[in-house]
Structure formats: C-alpha cells, structure tokens
C-alpha cells in the first residue's frame, strides 16, 4: 500500500472509538500545554513584527478574541502557529524529531473560528489525535541527517489531513489536498543555523499551507494525487532513503503517548545537558563551582545547539545556543522565558563556564539522545552523567506540579491574572470533550495586545 494510502485511511476512516481513552487523557496535557505557551508567544517581542506584516496582508477586520491578529482563517492560523513556536516551548516528539502540535494547534484552531456548524468535541480530539500520528510517522521514517525543516513540513501534511477529517471529504478531496500541501512545502534548516525568527514563521506557513490546501480541493481545483510516492513526492524530494514499514504499524492514538513537554524554552536538543546540570545544582552544587561542561552526543545535537556563544546573538540564537543556555543555567540557577529578555542578552551570565560539545559520528543522524555530561569542578573532582531521556520525555514525564508551573508562568508572562489558569483548563475541556469545541475560542484567556 502506498504510503498516502494509508495516512489517507488512517484520518479518514479510523473511528473515533479506536483512540484509546489514555490518548484522550493525554491530549488534554498537551493541550494545556500547548494553549499556555501560544498565549505566551502571542505577548513575545518577535511577534509584534509578525503582527505588523499581516496588517499589510489582510485588510479585512481583527479576530474578535484576540485583538492583534486578522480574522481571516489562514491569517488565524499562519499567526497562531508562529506564536506557539516562537519561544521554542512547544511539545516535541523526539523520535520523529517534529513539533507537530504548533502547525495542528494553528491549523485547527483557525478552522474552529472559521467553522459554522457546531463541531463535537471528541470530533476535534480524533481528528488531533490521527493527525499526530501522521506527523510522527512521516518522521520516524527519516533515516538520513535532516536536510530541511521537517518539524513544520511533516506537520503540514498532517494538519492537512486533520482538516480533511473535520470536513468530512471523501478519499478523493483528501487525497488532492494532500497534494496542494505538497505543492507549498517549505522549511529550510537556514534559518534553524542562523538562528533567525523565520524558524517560527515556517510552522506558520504550514498550518497556512494546510488550510489553503484543504480550500482548493474543496473548491474542486485538482491537484497531484501521488504526494508522498510520486516521483517528485514528499519522499523522492526530501527523504529519498526513508523506511515506509513505519507506515503499516500506525496504531490510533499512539504518537499522542510520545511527545515530550518542554521544562525549558529553548531547542529540545539542550535539554539532556539542562537536565543533567539541573540536577548538579538540586543537591546544593552552584554553578560557581563548576569549571567545564563537556558534552559527548548524537550529530543532530551537535548541528542545532552546538553553535558558539557571539555577542550580540539575537534571542533566536540564544535559544539554540549551548553555551548560553547552560552559563544562563549556571549563574542564575533557573532558566525560563525571562532568560531570553532583551536586558538577559545584553548583560552576559557573570559565569563563564567552558562548555564543549563532542559530536559521536557513529550515533543514529537523527536522535537527540543519549547524551554524556562530563562536568569538572573547581576543585578538581570530575562527574559524568549520562541522559538517556531528558526530564519531559514519556519515560520521564513532568510532574503535575511541574506542568500547572509552567502553565502558570506562561500565563503570567502574558501578562495575565491568576484566573487564567481555569479559564485555560475549561477551554481544553470544551476542545476534548465539549458539545461544541467552537466554544473554547471564547474561553481561551487571550492576552491584549503587546504595547
């Protein structure tokens, strides 16, 4: 079967039930994550120059809910996923090494805006939950180091077959708007290497893509019919040597298992060496006293946060810059969205300890683990610490405790009330559960406007 065969009948023919009732659980983790961190990056500096830009695309009138951003439904959607992706705090399935729930999140709430028929809410989280899967297949399926910006372009395809489900198009509609979303893939590593806002802004011109190609199969424009197969389809163009037995184990509902909360906002490839040296300063070490930080990883660590501290980086580069991160960790013993303040960048750590990243050249392309923190002290004595899987990950997931604190502080950066919280938790309710999923977007506790 090929391989659009059967993305095509996972999301169009997988009954509802099929999703298993732990992957309903943890949708609604995910989401409240999910919500959190899009509220934060709504209020995040690099979004004002994304607001000023659509004020030139769209003259039509802003969204009633959220003040700063066009009412337009791919407006919505290009807008959304750049805010949930802007602060690199978005979930991550680390197999698939994808961030499919920035494009998904985008891409879906646009259409609830836009829909006007009441929409279940186990409707929603089906068609959420079959997408997931989608994304981490066309992940997992990679065998070489990735040479384009898979997180936003595999996520693409999968927001398109989402929106596919939600509409409810035959095989045929499905199968040509599967071909329009390849038609306007993008997504370069470029911008991952310069440590540019475009990154972000490429899981906005997905969750875009998704819904412009859901439009123009709706309207009846034909498209390709082989996007994935096809001689210059997804897998000839941009992953020419993938493994396509991934495809024939889909299980419903499993990929919502895998994916990773963030405990810090920065590249997910950090994480091991943030968790290992977190730990050092948990039984009452200070980043005082330690001297250097070696860390021995995969390549695919090394290529996205080896990258050497230079003054004046922009927030983008510090985000995916080891080095920084961890001085930032070690001087002021936390790490969060005000480590990347302007007046955070301007005034380096007073600490600055050595930090070296080794790259195993024998290790799999395309993981982000195991990791080897090497750390010597001051005082001569040296530690190793090997990270298997980071704090975040489904084997070592964050507490309760430790996901309402970040909710919390994501809503507090927006600048937000207390009250927030439960109107976050309510909106997440009425998306998985609710008689209309609609009705979260009036829940949701948008922030203002930045001034």
């Not at 859901?214 to 019919?225: I, K, N, Q, V, Y």
């Not at 096809?230 to 495809?247: M, Q, R, T």
């Not at 730990?279 to 006293?289: C, D, N, V």
Request: net charge neutral; proline share 9%; glycine share 6%.
């Amino acid at each position: 079967m090929k391989p659009e065969d059967r993305l095509l009948a996972h999301l169009l023919s997988t009954p509802a039930h099929a999703v298993p009732a732990e992957s309903i659980a943890q949708l609604r983790v995910l989401l409240s994550d999910v919500l959190a961190v899009m509220i934060a990056g709504l209020r995040a500096p690099v979004q004002q120059a994304v607001a000023a830009a659509q004020s030139r695309w769209s003259a039509g009138p802003p969204s009633p809910f959220a003040p700063a951003i066009p009412a337009a439904p791919t407006e919505l959607a290009f807008a959304l996923a750049c805010a949930i992706h802007n602060q690199e705090f978005d979930p991550v399935h680390e197999e698939a090494v994808v961030h499919p729930l920035a494009v998904l999140g985008g891409a879906l709430l646009a259409e609830l805006a836009n829909r006007k028929e009441p929409l279940p809410g186990q409707a929603f989280a089906t068609a959420l939950a079959l997408a997931l899967d989608v994304a981490a297949a066309l992940g997992r399926a990679a065998t070489q180091p990735m040479r384009f910006f898979r997180p936003a372009m595999a996520s693409a395809l999968a927001a398109t077959l989402a929106i596919a489900r939600l509409r409810r198009f035959d095989e045929d509609t499905a199968r040509r708007a599967l071909g329009f979303a390849l038609c306007q893939l993008s997504g370069t590593l470029q911008a991952h290497v310069e440590g540019t806002p475009a990154l972000a802004l490429q899981m906005g011109f997905a969750a875009a893509a998704a819904r412009r190609a859901a439009d123009l199969a709706e309207a009846g424009s034909e498209g390709p019919r082989e996007a994935l197969s096809g001689a210059f389809g997804y897998f000839a163009i941009y992953e020419p040597e993938a493994d396509l037995s991934v495809f024939e184990a889909l299980a419903p509902g499993s990929a919502a298992l895998e994916i990773s909360l963030k405990p810090w906002p920065t590249g997910r490839a950090a994480h091991a060496t943030l968790d290992a040296l977190s730990s050092i300063l948990a039984r009452g070490e200070t980043g005082a006293r330690i001297l250097a930080v070696e860390v021995h990883t995969p390549p695919l660590v090394a290529r996205l946060v080896g990258r050497p501290w230079r003054p004046g980086m922009s927030v983008n580069y510090a985000r995916l810059c080891l080095p920084y991160l961890v001085h930032r960790l070690l001087s002021d013993g936390k790490l969060d969205l005000e480590s990347f303040a302007p007046a955070a960048l301007a005034e380096p750590p007073p600490l600055r300890t050595r930090v070296e990243v080794q790259a195993d050249p024998a290790a799999d392309p395309n993981a982000l683990a195991p990791q080897r923190v090497h750390v010597e002290y001051t005082d001569g004595r040296r530690e190793t610490i090997l990270i298997e899987e980071a704090l975040g990950h489904p084997k070592r997931p964050l507490s309760g405790r430790e996901r309402a604190a970040k909710v919390r502080h994501c809503l507090c950066f927006a600048g937000l009330p207390s009250t927030a919280e439960t109107a976050l938790y309510r909106a997440v309710e009425t998306l998985i559960g609710g008689d209309d999923a609609r009705l979260a977007l009036s829940e949701i506790p948008w922030p203002k406007p930045a001034p």
